[in-house]
């Protein structure tokens, strides 16, 4: 679909790049509202879409970030970018001003003028749901006392689940000290 390196390569990517010691970066990029978009527009115009910013990750991170940086798909509408501490907000910065930039033409003129869908909730409700946004969760390695794969996923997860809850695109990086 993308034809990006999948969890295998992100995971082999990121234990070498913790054995090495370099400081490194993780942005773990996740579409909001991706699921009502797929359920009104049908399965070939979500796999459209993340294509699309799967391109979309791939020009931010060649023109903002370095010549080793990698891009991932974890799969469905989550990708992980790793990238050096100094390039990362950069680089989230352009991915989340690219995708706002694109994700209208995702939609028909009455959802764009509308500005919002509708769908059905995890229960099955009929409501309103915003158009898709972005959701970037940035951590640095030297963050994490022992950094691995999983810590680096838990702790990814914890400043998505924060992310979620504000409207809009954004991105956060976690500066805390290691923990």
Same mark, same amino acid.
């Given at each position: @679909?993308?034809? =990006?390196?999948?969890?295998?390569?992100?995971? !082999?990517?990121?234990?070498? #790049?913790?054995? *090495?010691?370099?400081?490194?970066?993780? =942005?773990?990029?996740?579409?909001?509202?991706?699921?009502?978009?797929?359920? #009104?527009?049908?399965?070939?115009?979500?796999? *459209?879409? $993340?294509?699309?910013?799967?391109?979309?990750?791939?020009?931010?991170?060649?023109? &903002? %970030?370095?010549?080793?940086?990698?891009?991932?798909?974890?799969? %469905?509408?989550?990708? /992980?970018? @790793? +990238?050096?501490?100094? !390039?990362?907000?950069? /680089?989230? #910065?352009?991915?989340?001003?690219?995708?706002?930039?694109?994700?209208?033409?995702?939609?028909?003129?009455?959802?764009?003028?509308?500005?919002?869908? $509708?769908?059905?909730? !995890?229960?099955?409700?009929?409501?309103?749901?915003? =158009?898709?946004?972005?959701? /970037?969760?940035?951590?640095? +390695?030297?963050? @994490?006392?022992?950094?691995?794969?999983?810590?680096?996923?838990?702790?990814?997860?914890?400043?998505?689940? &924060?992310?979620?809850?504000?409207?809009? +695109?954004?991105?956060?990086?976690?500066?805390?000290?290691? !923990?």
């Amino acid at each position: @679909l993308t034809h =990006l390196p999948g969890n295998l390569t992100i995971e !082999r990517e990121l234990e070498e #790049r913790i054995a *090495a010691g370099t400081p490194f970066a993780t =942005l773990y990029v996740d579409l909001d509202h991706f699921k009502v978009y797929n359920d #009104r527009y049908g399965y070939q115009a979500g796999s *459209a879409a $993340i294509a699309a910013v799967g391109d979309l990750i791939l020009r931010a991170v060649r023109d &903002h %970030g370095n010549a080793q940086d990698m891009v991932g798909h974890i799969g %469905g509408d989550d990708y /992980i970018v @790793l +990238s050096s501490p100094d !390039r990362a907000e950069e /680089i989230a #910065r352009e991915i989340v001003e690219s995708f706002d930039r694109l994700a209208p033409s995702f939609y028909s003129a009455e959802d764009r003028e509308a500005g919002h869908t $509708i769908g059905l909730d !995890r229960y099955d409700v009929k409501r309103k749901f915003p =158009l898709m946004t972005v959701s /970037i969760a940035v951590l640095t +390695s030297n963050s @994490l006392k022992d950094p691995s794969p999983t810590a680096i996923g838990r702790e990814c997860a914890k400043i998505k689940e &924060h992310l979620k809850k504000e409207p809009g +695109s954004n991105y956060l990086i976690d500066r805390r000290e290691q !923990r």
